[in-house]
T-cell receptor, first 108, second 114 residues
Framework: SQQGEEDPQALSIQEGENATMNCSYK?????LQWYRQNSGRGLVHLIL?????REKHSGRLRVTLDTSKKSSSLLITASRAADTASYFC????????FGTGTRLTVIP | KAGVTQTPRYLIKTRGQQVTLSCSPI?????VSWYQQTPGQGLQFLFE???????NKGNFPGRFSGRQFSNSRSEMNVSTLELGDSALYLC?????????????FGSGTRLTVV
């Protein structure tokens, strides 16, 4: 069974707009990770936020974590067509539990 | 440096057959995990190997097995294939068991059971 749920399941935006995806999880965590998956390919690690962090940035990515609400959000600023992919949050230590994913489509 | 290499990329098997998938982790990475991805169940953890020992196993039947060699390369085997085993099988490696810097995934093996 999956640990988390992403919301929304699908998101379609224009190039240049910002995209926000949310993730909720069920149990206490040490860290939360976000991954991107292009159609039918492997996952690419984007960013990891530890349980004692509230916000983290990496390039155009901004991740927040609220452990009291067991939720995280991923913001992609100034989106590009190349950002079109599925995005997953994942928790766990030596085995990852993935959420259901958000399918992001960026329209040129 | 080279990424995680999974072979083969695509595979078609018939029901009842068995299959072996291979994963070569990033050099120096000692932990290898396997995941199954299907449209219905999403990404599910199969098992984790570290130092040639299975450390963790997901909720899959005994038909699914694996092993890790001394060079950290890993194989997973599925016996008596069923139609429902059709999936993308992903391998991930990390330096240690805790993935504190994230996991690196291979491109996957797409298995189709007919």
């Amino acid at each position: 069974s999956q640990q988390g749920e992403e919301d929304p399941q699908a998101l379609s935006i224009q190039e240049g707009e910002n995209a926000t995806m949310n993730c909720s999880y069920k149990t206490s965590i040490n860290n939360l990770q976000w991954y991107r998956q292009n159609s039918g390919r492997g996952l690419v690690h984007l960013i990891l936020i530890r349980s004692n962090e509230r916000e983290k940035h990496s390039g155009r990515l901004r991740v927040t974590l609220d452990t009291s609400k067991k939720s995280s959000s991923l913001l992609i600023t100034a989106s590009r067509a190349a950002d079109t992919a599925s995005y997953f949050c994942a928790t766990g230590a030596n085995n990852l539990f993935f959420g259901t994913g958000t399918r992001l489509t960026v329209i040129p | 440096k080279a990424g995680v290499t999974q072979t083969p990329r695509y595979l078609i098997k018939t029901r009842g057959q068995q299959v072996t998938l291979s994963c070569s982790p990033i050099s120096g990475h000692r932990s290898v995990s396997w995941y199954q991805q299907t449209p219905g169940q999403g990404l599910q953890f199969l098992f984790e190997y570290f130092s040639e020992t299975q450390r963790n196993k997901g909720n899959f039947p005994g038909r699914f097995s694996g092993r890790q060699f001394s060079n950290s390369r890993s194989e997973m085997n599925v016996s008596t294939l069923e139609l429902g085993d059709s999936a993308l099988y992903l391998c991930a490696s990390s330096l240690d068991r805790w993935g504190g810097n994230g996991y690196t995934f291979g491109s996957g093996t797409r298995l189709t059971v007919v």
